[in-house]
T-cell receptor
Framework: EAGVTQSPTHLIKTRGQQATLRCSPI?????VYWYQQALGLGLQFLLW???????NRGNFPPRFSGRQFPNYSSELNVNALELEDSALYLC?????????????FGPGTRLLVL | AQSVAQPEDQVNVAEGNPLTVKCTYS??????LFWYVQYPNRGLQFLLK??????LVKGSYGFEAEFNKSQTSFHLKKPSALVSDSALYFC????????????FGKGTTLSVSS
């Protein structure tokens, strides 16, 4: 069974540009989560999508946005990139089982903002 | 507010010795607790979780964790460490106020020497 996949693996942008990151969940999973792993800041929750809807977002500005497609894949958009957006962006997927579900992570997209 | 603490940035053990990676948590209700491992330049791999029931949870690669409600701890353990266990370990708790997003500790680097 294929795991969570993310593309691209690496992305280099300059300040002010927009970045688009993509995630394909495990087959059968309806929920997708996005996390940011920045140096010195640990893993922080960004966004949660389930059944095509944004269910919750973490403490990030509105320039971080995304969507979930009918096939449950998802994309994360980061507008007006800032240097501090440089980080590893991890996507996870799961079924929703009342909070008991396990989130399975993809390999991540490493974003570098110059 | 829910939180997770991993009090040790780094744990060093010799191969063949038992290892413990510590985690304490703070949640308002019943916690759902998770351990993940991250190898260099990789995503997170799920090791084990505690939802309810037996306080000793067994997981992947010979790891286990003990849930202690009175001490609000969920320490990760392995009877005999391998050099290949060297990685970054994250403890996480489910935050019911953020849907099913996970709150992660800062991570503990485990170094196993031969």
């Amino acid at each position: 069974e294929a795991g969570v996949t993310q593309s691209p693996t690496h992305l280099i942008k300059t300040r002010g540009q927009q970045a688009t990151l993509r995630c394909s969940p495990i087959s059968g999973h309806t929920s997708v989560y996005w996390y940011q792993q920045a140096l010195g800041l640990g893993l922080q929750f960004l966004l949660w999508y389930d059944e095509g809807e944004e269910r919750n977002r973490g403490n990030f500005p509105p320039r971080f946005s995304g969507r979930q497609f009918p096939n449950y894949s998802s994309e994360l958009n980061v507008n007006a990139l800032e240097l501090e957006d440089s980080a590893l962006y991890l996507c996870a997927s799961s079924l929703v089982l009342g909070g008991q579900e396990t989130q399975y992570f993809g390999p991540g997209t490493r974003l570098l903002v110059l | 507010a829910q939180s997770v603490a991993q009090p040790e940035d780094q744990v060093n053990v010799a191969e063949g010795n038992p290892l413990t990676v510590k985690c304490t948590y703070s949640v308002s209700g019943n916690p759902y607790l998770f351990w993940y491992v991250q190898y260099p330049n990789r995503g997170l791999q799920f090791l084990l979780k505690y939802i309810t029931g037996d306080n000793l949870v067994k997981g992947s690669y010979g790891f286990e964790a003990e849930f202690n409600k009175s001490q609000t701890s969920f320490h990760l353990k392995k009877p005999s460490a391998l050099v290949s266990d060297s990685a970054l370990y994250f403890c996480a708790v489910r935050d019911p106020q953020a849907g099913t997003a996970l709150i992660f500790g800062k991570g503990t680097t485990l170094s196993v020497s031969s």
